[in-house]
């Protein structure tokens, strides 16, 4: 017997003839082209941030051994670094950051337009490995063990260093109940510039401003149920509150996710 579809209890959209369906849309086209066009303006102020000098010397290592931030480049102009949830007591990444990397395109659409990707985290090197392998992803992924880095950009908590995430203080985060006491490591994505012998940092987000980065996401976004998560006007679909996501090699498993990695996550 097939099992009840998880969507049985909610509201499904109203039926429609063809031309009601086309009048429909074409009034949330305009909606979407507003939108398109806002994103467009938002862009150029994006791009239109300020640049802050690298002082520090980060070191970083790599399958090929120590590396500077410089070197992260690999010979572009433009270097955008995810900052991925992978800390040194856990041998396996946030399901929420995994997702993400399942979705990063070909790099070679960005070398195209002189721009590197790295994902980066606290964990060492050995243990970023043995998972990268496990998920089957080629990209470049560097260890920030021992160096500031982590910190410097918001990633990685720390009451003693007063670290804040999102343009917001940590401590204030936690006692809002924004994010969980125990939380160590977080997301972000920061961009950098190199000109001639210096590097620049022009922009970081976090939070939702990485929503953009994941295309599975994108794809749901389009569908009556969206991301079935139940905030946001969206019906929770599967019964499991806004957090599904899990490692792509184990949705066939019965526990539930964890989003911040672990000795099992499962």
Not at 67 to 84: K, N, P, T
Not at 161 to 188: I, M, S
Request: glycine content about 10%; proline content about 6%.
């Amino acid at each position: 017997m097939n099992p009840r579809p998880p969507h049985q209890n909610l509201t499904l959209p109203p039926i429609a003839s063809r031309e009601d369906w086309l009048e429909a849309r074409l009034a949330l086209l305009e909606r979407e082209k507003e939108l398109t066009r806002a994103l467009d303006a938002l862009n150029a102020e994006r791009r239109k941030l300020p640049r802050v000098r690298v002082e520090k010397a980060y070191r970083f290592e790599g399958p090929r051994g120590a590396a500077s931030l410089a070197d992260l480049f690999e010979g572009r102009s433009q270097l955008v670094i995810y900052h991925f949830m992978l800390d040194p007591d856990h041998d396996e990444g946030c399901p929420g950051c995994s997702q993400m990397a399942d979705c990063i395109p070909h790099l070679a659409h960005l070398h195209a337009r002189d721009t590197s990707l790295a994902m980066v985290s606290r964990a060492r090197l050995p243990t970023i490995e043995a998972f990268r392998q496990r998920m089957g992803w080629q990209l470049p992924w560097y260890s920030s063990f021992g160096c500031d880095f982590n910190y410097d950009y918001h990633v990685t908590m720390d009451l003693q260093r007063n670290t804040g995430w999102n343009y917001r203080d940590f401590r204030q985060l936690q006692a809002d109940g924004k994010l969980p006491a125990e939380v160590t490591e977080l997301p972000g994505v920061s961009v950098f510039l190199r000109d001639g012998g210096a590097v620049y940092h022009t922009y970081s987000a976090y939070a939702r401003g990485l929503d953009l980065l994941v295309g599975t996401l994108r794809f749901l976004d389009l569908t009556p149920f969206g991301r079935g998560e139940g905030w946001g006007g969206m019906p929770d679909v599967f019964g499991q509150g806004q957090w599904w996501v899990r490692h792509h090699d184990r949705y066939g498993e019965l526990a539930a996710p964890g989003c911040h990695g672990g000795k099992s996550a499962a």
